[in-house]
Structure formats: C-alpha cells, structure tokens
Nanobody, 120 residues
Framework: QVQLVESGGDLVQPGGSLRLSCVAS???????MGWYRRGVGLAREWSLA?????????????TLGDSVKGRFTVVRDNAKNTVYLQMNDLRPEDTAVYYC?????????WGQGTQVTVSA
C-alpha cells in the first residue's frame, strides 16, 4: 500500500515562503493529488477539520482553494512520485499541519503531515 511522507514545514514570518514535499512510496501517477491542512482549534472530527487547499490532476492541472489563490502552487513530479506545494506570501491563518492525499476523495493512508507555523 502506498505510504505518504510530507516534509518541509517550518516556522516562518508573515510574507515568507515555504515549499512542502510529499513523497509517495508507490505510483501515484493516476491519482489527482491534493494538499490538505488542519488548523488549530478546529473540530476533532478529521473529516470536518481538514481543508483541501490545492490539488493537481495526473496531468498537472491545478485547482486552488479561494483562501490560497495567487499565493500557493501545487506541482507534481510523477516520475519521482512526489507532489510539491509552493507557498508564498504566507499569513498567520496558514498555520496548520499540512498533509497530502488523493483528492477530492482521500483514499490513501494518511501520512504524519508537516507543521507550518506563520508567526512574527
């Protein structure tokens, strides 16, 4: 079964940038892959707490959530089974744990996520 490992999270100041990586242990080329986030203080129920912020089809066609449009970009490298989330102009409200999974339906096992904290 495919395993997902996210990395790249860090503490950054508002206006800063980060690039997150999601490496899959198997072939994810046929999946639309998305980046989800779970912020602080949200519902305990996972399905209610997460937000799908960006996704890219197997062909690389990208869809962004309204909250990140113009700031985030999702890119995938199917040869490396890797999906990236480039985050620019980060805001405190972007603080969250970020996860990747298939989208819009998450059918792969969830990874551990990577923490992004935006604070001065």
């Amino acid at each position: 079964q495919v395993q997902l490992v996210e990395s790249g999270g860090d503490l950054v100041q508002p206006g800063g940038s980060l690039r997150l990586s999601c490496v899959a242990s198997g072939n994810i080329g046929s999946y639309t892959m998305g980046w989800y986030r779970r912020g602080v203080g949200l519902a305990r129920e996972w399905s209610l707490a997460r937000e799908l912020v960006a996704r890219a089809t197997s062909a690389g066609i990208m869809t962004l959530g309204d909250s990140v449009k113009g700031r985030f970009t999702v890119v995938r490298d199917n040869a490396k089974n890797t999906v990236y989330l480039q985050m620019n102009d980060l805001r405190p409200e972007d603080t969250a744990v970020y996860y990747c999974n298939s989208a819009p339906k998450d059918i792969l096992p969830w990874g551990q996520g990577t923490q992004v904290t935006v604070s001065a």
